[in-house]
């Protein structure tokens, strides 16, 4: 599987940004799909992840309510709709797929980095106060 996220940028406190990821390859539609982001100096944190069907969606806390991830199985994406960005979210964001059977609680599994097998090569989103 190969990703390619793009719709990274330079924008304003309160603006709003999305990303998408297109994934190439062998693909499935059961499996996970997410996004991380890593600010400078910081770990790599979970943001956002989709189940299979996409009915279930799962988020990190300092981001729920303001953004929304969603997939397009047929097109093999995933976007996440970025809105009322903080200084705090310039980070550069990565999607991840993750092939592996859930063998833990949902919300454990699709926030897990192990969880994902391929990645990305990350976006670049900057905002500034």
């Known amino acids: 599987v190969q990703l390619q996220a793009s719709g990274g940028g330079l924008v304003q406190a309160g603006d709003s940004l999305r990303l998408s990821c297109a994934a190439s390859?062998?693909?499935?539609?059961?499996?996970?799909m997410g996004w991380f982001r890593q600010a400078p100096g910081k770990e790599r944190e979970f943001v956002a992840a989709?189940?299979?069907?996409?009915?279930?969606?799962y988020y990190a806390d300092s981001v729920k309510g303001r953004f929304t991830v969603s997939r397009d199985n047929a097109k093999k994406t995933v976007d996440l709709q970025m809105n009322s960005l903080e200084p705090e979210d310039t980070a550069v964001y990565y999607c991840?797929?993750?092939?592996?059977?859930?063998?833990?609680?949902?919300?454990?599994?699709?926030?897990?980095?192990?969880?994902?097998?391929?990645w990305g090569q990350g976006t670049l989103v900057t905002v500034s106060s």
């Open positions: 991840a797929v993750g092939t592996r059977a859930i063998l833990s609680s949902p919300g454990t599994y699709y926030s897990a980095p192990s969880t994902y097998d391929y």
């Open positions: 390859g062998r693909f499935f539609t059961r499996y996970a």
């Open positions: 989709s189940g299979w069907s996409g009915r279930s969606t």
